[in-house]
């Protein structure tokens, strides 16, 4: 039974940072990729960044320099830093893996003063 449990979520000013996290039970974490996806309100959910089995990222354009994934495979946890946040960057943020069709309970970032 995959569980996926999105957090680290919050209020938080333009400029500021915040940290997400994910932690994944019931797979053999290391083996996949994985990915933290968003849905504003109103919006389709959007790529944010991927992470391969062998540590390669990649990330939208809307976040680049900005934002960071990294993994800690002994913990089965999956990161987004997320600094210089932007009123655009509200949203909730989910994470998966390959072939990223399963989702979380998600975590909600809001960016405002």
């Known amino acids: 039974q995959v569980q996926l449990a999105e957090s680290g979520g919050g209020l938080v000013q333009p400029g500021g940072s915040l940290r997400l996290s994910c932690a994944a039970s019931?797979?053999?974490?290391?083996?996949?990729?994985w990915g933290w996806y968003r849905q504003a309100p109103g919006k389709q959910r959007e790529l944010v960044a991927t992470?391969?089995?062998?540590?390669?990222?990649n990330y939208a354009d809307s976040v680049k320099g900005r934002f960071t994934i990294f993994r800690d495979n002994p913990k089965n946890t999956v990161y987004l830093q997320m600094n210089s946040l932007k009123p655009e960057d509200t949203a909730v943020y989910y994470c998966?893996?390959?072939?990223?069709?399963?989702w979380g309970q998600g975590t909600r970032v809001t960016v405002s003063s």
């Open positions: 998966t893996y390959q072939p990223y069709d399963r």
């Open positions: 019931g797979i053999m974490f290391r083996i996949y990729a």
């Open positions: 992470i391969t089995s062998g540590g390669s990222t």
